[in-house]
């Protein structure tokens, strides 16, 4: 992955039309032998559309809450009416990946249902819900020499993108850089080309028929890897640039972008059963949190179970049931009935990201060595504890640092949309500027603003 973002011998052609067509517009298919672009065309291309961008903010700045309401009620319109040619583009797309090998869980993020799109419908009407973020009073006082000073939240600016095979996070993220003032340029990677294109297409008619700069979204997708290359490096025209992927993909950014970048992170995520937990919970939590997505981040991938716990075999054989391959150490798979399969955790268990219907398992003897396994191979995004101690729950919390603790429920509520975010760009797990999922606020800065009556500092 960190070789095909960054390589520059990568594919940069396209339609010798489409060379001509406005940056930032997706390209019509060629009908004729595509035309290469070299290195400096493909920097001028992608900088027009970051300049356009700019632009297009500084607009997306001064509109107010009602104007950037009925945009994201109109795109959300727009989708539904383009449902079908949606499905059919993203059709291809899937096809296209069962074709090249691509993996089950890549292919469930790649796929788009009826069911999806509504989702996508209703986060979009919910974000229209939400209070506007631009303009709220951090923190203000007047000071003894008369001084009034506010602090408020203002939109970033100029927000990238860069992720793979997610079509879903084409809308979501522009949504909430629309209802957060900003504008917003796409590398959503070949993976999903065709659904990209028809969404891009969608998402600024809708802009334009309410009467707001179609280049607050953008694409760079046109412009192949060699676009999200200048993409990283247009310090200066893009404010913040945003990864949101697998670890090669994050890492590959972080390491190589010249723009400011919020890290999203996998999701190597855990559950402890202390000895307290009570069995149906456990059961139903557990199921829920392995089974009910899988190839998603919030899915819990291991399982830690106290000694002195009773719910193992419960617990087991309902993931079992389900279809969870289990990769256990020693000791769980000696307390396991003869019936159920576990095959033997090692190390590369214990930090896999698994996305798929497996499970690693381990036994622990305390709260202490609970806490110790999640340091030790953590990504820092999400870790529960299932527990009737309140000392103990107390204790988890305080000492697990991680974006989101969760007691008593399940790992798939640490989502934006979940959290009355509305939607989410993506789940920090850094912990400058943003920590957890990024909704409407962590698209915005501040702004201090100094208001006198001629005082001089003396």
């Known amino acids: 992955m960190t070789e095909a973002l960054i390589s520059n011998t990568a594919d940069n052609s396209v ?3 489409a060379a001509g067509a406005q940056p930032g517009t997706p390209a019509a298919a060629p009908e004729s032998a595509s035309v290469p672009l070299s290195e400096a065309e493909v920097q001028a291309a992608v900088h027009a559309i970051a300049d ?3 632009t297009a903010a500084r607009r997306m700045a001064m509109a107010n809450r009602a104007w950037k309401d009925r945009a994201l009620r109109a795109v959300g319109a727009a989708l539904e009416e383009n449902t079908q040619a949606i499905l059919a583009a993203n059709a291809t797309d899937v096809a296209a990946g069962k074709a090249n090998g691509t993996s089950v869980a890549m292919l469930d993020r790649l796929t788009l249902t009826e069911a999806r799109i509504a989702g996508l419908v209703a986060a979009l009407e919910n974000l229209a819900s939400l209070p506007d973020p631009v303009g709220n009073v951090v923190r203000g006082q007047t000071l003894p020499n008369g001084l009034r000073l506010r602090q408020v939240n203002v939109p970033m600016g ?3 993108a860069i ?4 079509p879903n996070v084409t809308v979501d993220i522009a949504g909430l850089a629309l209802k957060s003032g900003n504008a917003v340029i796409l590398r959503g990677g070949s993976a999903a080309e065709a659904t990209n294109e028809v969404l891009v297409r969608v998402l600024r008619e809708a802009l334009e028929s309410v009467g707001l700069p179609a280049d607050a979204v953008q694409t760079v997708d046109q412009y192949g890897r060699a676009g999200a290359n200048v993409l990283m490096r247009a310090r200066g025209r893009v404010d913040v640039l945003i990864p949101r992927g697998g670890r090669d993909l994050i890492q590959t950014v972080v390491n190589n972008s010249a723009v400011p970048v919020i890290e999203t992170g996998e999701g190597n995520v855990h559950i402890f059963i202390d000895e307290s937990a009570g069995e149906e919970m456990a059961v139903e939590i557990l199921l829920n949190a392995k089974t009910q997505r899988p190839s998603v981040c919030n899915t819990v991938e291991t399982l830690l179970v106290h000694s002195g716990s009773t ?14 391959r289990l990769h256990a150490d020693d000791r769980i798979r000696a307390a396991l009935p003869a019936a159920i399969e ?4 090692t190390d590369e268990d214990w930090g896999t990201e698994y996305m798929d219907l497996d499970l690693a398992v381990a036994m622990v003897d305390s709260l202490d060595e609970a806490v110790s396994h999640i340091r030790t191979w953590s990504t820092g995004h999400t870790e ?9 729950a107390e204790r988890f919390i305080a000492e697990v640092d991680s974006a989101a603790v969760i007691v008593n429920a399940s790992t ?3 989502d934006g949309g979940e959290l009355g975010l509305g939607a989410e760009v993506g789940i920090s797990t850094q912990k400058l500027h943003a920590r957890g999922p990024m909704g409407l606020t962590e698209l915005t800065t501040t702004k201090w603003i100094v208001q006198g009556e001629g005082q001089v500092r003396g």
Do not use: H, M
């Open 311 to 324: 719910v193992l075999p419960a617990v087991a054989a309902a993931l079992s049931k389900a279809g969870v």
């Open 163 to 166: 992720y793979e095979a997610r």
């Open 412 to 414: 798939r509520f640490t």
């Open 342 to 345: 576990a095959e033997p955790a």
């Open 384 to 392: 529960a504890i299932l527990t009737n101690n309140l000392a103990n």
């Open 158 to 160: 100029v927000v990238a």
């Open 52 to 54: 356009r961008s700019r």
């Open 15 to 17: 339609d010798a039309a």
